[in-house]
């Protein structure tokens, strides 16, 4: 049974805790958790209490996947279809036509391959970056790519994380193609946005979001806490991948999970 090769295994999670106030896009609306009824607010006849909580959020803060419908070049879509929604959201390429994931992740830690355990901010991670990287490793069509920048490790520092002054490290253009021309599934990163953004530049442009998305149809995971992944030297390893399934959305929550197999001997 599937569940007995799991044994032992370790799960880790590749999610950022979501609160308010979090470091996020400034594009999009802002997440906010508030408790709408606490304990004491409705006793019932027995003398229980329950608390409940509001959330409002956008659909690409924390821990997210990019749809298809996401980005559109020229009002296409991938594809080649206009960009057409209504007010419910897109009716195809929404991220609940994203598939469930199980199966094989791979992280290329590019931070390791500068033996640094965080990138410069503003730093552009090349082809040559993910090569070395993935020295030693088959990457197959399906896969799911996860690009290791050690960025997860200013999580707490709001400002430095989105990097509107000095930037943040991603992959280029180039790297983006690259990706592209593996036939992944999807590929992911630590910062907000999966792009090398220059220092003061922001997301006046997102080329690697147009080539993944537009151009090969292949999600983007953002804003993920690689630290744990990074810290265990694992390159390779079993992934779950499930975004909420909000009908017509451009973006979705996730927590994804890496499950690294029992070592022989524990």
Avoid: C
Wanted: hydrophobic share 45%; net charge negative; charged share 20%.
């Amino acid at each position: 049974m599937l569940w007995k090769d799991l044994t032992g295994a370790t799960i880790l999670d590749l999610a950022q805790p979501m609160r308010t106030g979090m470091p996020q896009s400034p594009n999009h609306p802002p997440f906010r958790m508030l408790l709408e009824r606490r304990h004491g607010d409705m006793v019932r006849a027995d003398g229980g209490s329950a608390a409940n909580e509001i959330i409002i959020t956008g659909g690409h803060v924390g821990t997210h996947v990019d749809a298809l419908a996401h980005v559109s070049h020229e009002g296409l879509l991938h594809g080649g279809g206009p960009a057409v929604s209504d007010h419910r959201g897109f009716a195809e390429m929404g991220i609940d036509d994203f598939p469930p994931y199980v199966g094989r992740g791979v992280l290329l830690d590019v931070a390791k391959v500068h033996g640094v355990p965080v990138l410069p901010a503003g730093y552009e991670v090349t082809v040559e970056d993910l090569e070395k990287a993935a020295d030693g490793l088959d990457i197959r069509p399906g896969d799911v790519v996860l690009i290791g920048t050690g960025w997860s490790r200013h999580w707490e520092d709001g400002e430095r994380f989105i990097g509107a002054e000095d930037g943040v490290p991603g992959p280029g253009a180039a790297a983006g193609k690259w990706l592209a021309g593996l036939g992944v599934r999807a590929a992911g990163g630590e910062t907000i946005a999966f792009e090398h953004l220059a220092p003061g530049k922001g997301h006046a442009l997102l080329p690697v979001h147009r080539i993944l998305l537009v151009e090969a149809g292949i999600n983007i995971i953002e804003t993920m806490r690689l630290l744990p992944l990074l810290e265990s030297g694992a390159r390779e390893f079993l992934l779950v991948l499930n975004p909420l399934p909000i009908v017509g959305a451009t973006g979705a929550p996730v927590r994804p999970l890496a499950v690294l197999p029992a070592v022989a001997g524990e």
